[in-house]
């Protein structure tokens, strides 16, 4: 008989049976290993919540002043009943986590979100070596190559720097929690005042808070009618498209912050005067780096391109397989739409898995 796997996905979400405990839970349970504090890893309602010391600011923000949260340093084994446990960088966003799970001599990593690529608003990724890899696969697609990060802040500023000369309102639109505030690192402040949307500056005060160091940003709130925002660039959540909140702003060049972005076809689906493309997953060859590192004999991949990125890992003689969960990763803003540029981009990664020599990290 096979022994049991470490770790089972459940009803209520990536179980580990031995331990009694969960890893990002959808549902409530007693004890939660939380890996980020993205909506799709950390939800209400669980009886506690553990997370690394990092995290809890934003942990507390999005989970609310009554949730139990224990905190642990990277890289410190605790103990989950007879299960060693430890968190360790996984450089999506601040305070994320892979999950290094082990009992009798088999190690499971479960890494959340991540990126290989530092920036100065999270510890970097670690690659922990296990025998059970579970992998986001969010832009797990050969077309997926991300740009110098230095390249893209240039673009930013000058975009910045050409509407505030044409006198237009520069709106930045990037996730609340994690992509705001790099957008804010990516920023050069000499250009202007950084203005920001409610829901961005309450958790960029978690991040001064756990110890990141931000431009200054100010709130978008109590200023005048008529007041000139032109000279600013505002900072918001993807969901102010198309809202009154807009209007305040006058005359204003909407750009969109994404991996996603890497798709033309994407923007316009948007449309958006400019795309920029930041994303805090790992690309194509980083995500095949990252598993080439923990030196797995399986891996188990979970949303996004699960079946490009299995076939792939197959083909290369490793054992590789899908795992059902809720995780989202960086939603696709036209995901459910009949974009042509999208199926081209999927159909011209599938035909490149063929041909392996074309692949690899970088």
């Known amino acids: 008989m096979a022994p049991t796997p470490l770790l089972t996905v459940n009803d209520r979400g990536l179980y580990c049976e031995v331990g009694d405990f969960y890893i990002d839970p959808w549902r409530a349970v007693p004890k939660a290993i939380i890996t980020h504090a993205h909506g799709d890893h950390a939800r209400r309602g669980m009886g506690s919540y553990l997370t690394a010391n990092e995290g809890l600011h934003v942990l507390r923000t999005r989970m609310g002043e009554d949730a139990l949260i224990e905190t642990v340093g990277y ?36 890494s959340g979100d991540y990126k290989v690529f530092p920036d100065r608003t999270c510890t970097p990724f670690e690659p922990v070596r296990c025998h059970t890899f579970v992998t986001e696969s969010t832009f797990g697609m050969p077309i997926y190559r991300w740009p110098d990060p230095a390249v893209v802040a240039s673009e930013i500023n000058t975009w910045w720097r050409e509407n505030q000369a044409a006198g237009r309102t520069s709106v930045l639109l990037g ?20 203005y920001t949307h409610g829901a961005v500056e309450k958790l960029t005060a978690d991040y001064r808070q756990s110890g990141i160091e931000l431009s200054a940003t100010e709130q978008v709130v109590g200023n005048p009618k008529g007041f000139d925002w032109s000279r600013g660039v505002v900072i918001a959540p993807p969901s102010v498209q198309g809202t009154v909140w807009l209007r305040k702003f006058g005359d204003v060049s909407m750009a969109f912050a994404s991996g996603w972005m890497t798709i033309r076809g994407t923007r316009r689906r948007q449309a958006m005067d400019r795309g920029f493309v930041v994303s805090d997953h790992v690309d194509w060859p980083e995500l095949l780096w990252a598993i080439q590192e923990t030196q797995c004999e399986r891996v188990l991949a979970t949303h996004g391109s699960v079946a490009i990125l299995v076939r792939w890992l197959r083909e290369q003689g490793l054992q590789a397989d899908a795992l059902q969960t809720q995780f989202a990763g960086e939603e696709d803003p036209v995901a459910g739409e009949e974009d042509a540029v999208v199926q081209e981009a999927a159909q011209d990664a599938e035909s490149k898995i063929d041909r392996p020599d074309e692949q690899g990290a970088d």
């Open 75 to 110: 890289g410190t084994e605790f103990s989950m009943g007879p299960v060693k446990v430890s968190l360790h960088p996984a450089g999506h966003i601040l305070g994320s986590s892979q999950v290094r799970v082990e009992h009798n001599g088999e190690v499971w990593v479960v």
């Open 175 to 194: 996730y609340a929690l994690g992509k705001a505030q790099r957008l804010i690192s990516l920023l050069d402040p000499s250009i202007g005042p950084i």
